[in-house]
Nanobody, 120 residues
């Protein structure tokens, strides 16, 4: 069973940056597509970004394109989400996700989430 642990959330002002990390253990990390989702208060969970096994391809929801960057370090079993120019509407619990197939709207394995709060 692959296990995921997120870190890096916090409270920041609009315009600031944060980097989320997600460390995996228990299975071969490089076999998995990785992704980030988020769930804002009172809203459904939404896809944010995904990255392929090698890190060669990424995909983002339109609302974060140009501001967020997903990356991975297979040697460290870690996936990152660099978030720049944060906006109050980015406030949410961010979840790391993993799947042996392409990630679109859901995934096989989930982390526990890390809260990001962006004040105006």
């Amino acid at each position: 069973q692959l296990r995921l642990v997120e870190s890096g959330g916090g409270l920041v002002q609009a315009g600031a940056s944060l980097r989320l990390s997600c460390e995996a253990s228990g299975r071969t990390f490089s076999n998995y597509y990785m992704g980030w989702f988020r769930q804002a208060p009172g809203k459904e969970r939404e896809f944010v970004a995904t990255i392929t096994w090698s890190g060669g391809n990424t995909h983002y929801v339109d609302s974060v394109k140009g501001r967020f960057t997903i990356s991975r370090d297979n040697a460290k079993n870690t996936v990152y989400l660099q978030m720049n120019s944060l906006k109050p509407e980015d406030t949410a619990v961010y979840y790391c996700a993993a799947d042996r197939d392409i990630i679109k709207t859901s995934a096989e394995v989930w982390g526990q989430g890390t809260l990001v709060t962006v004040s105006s």
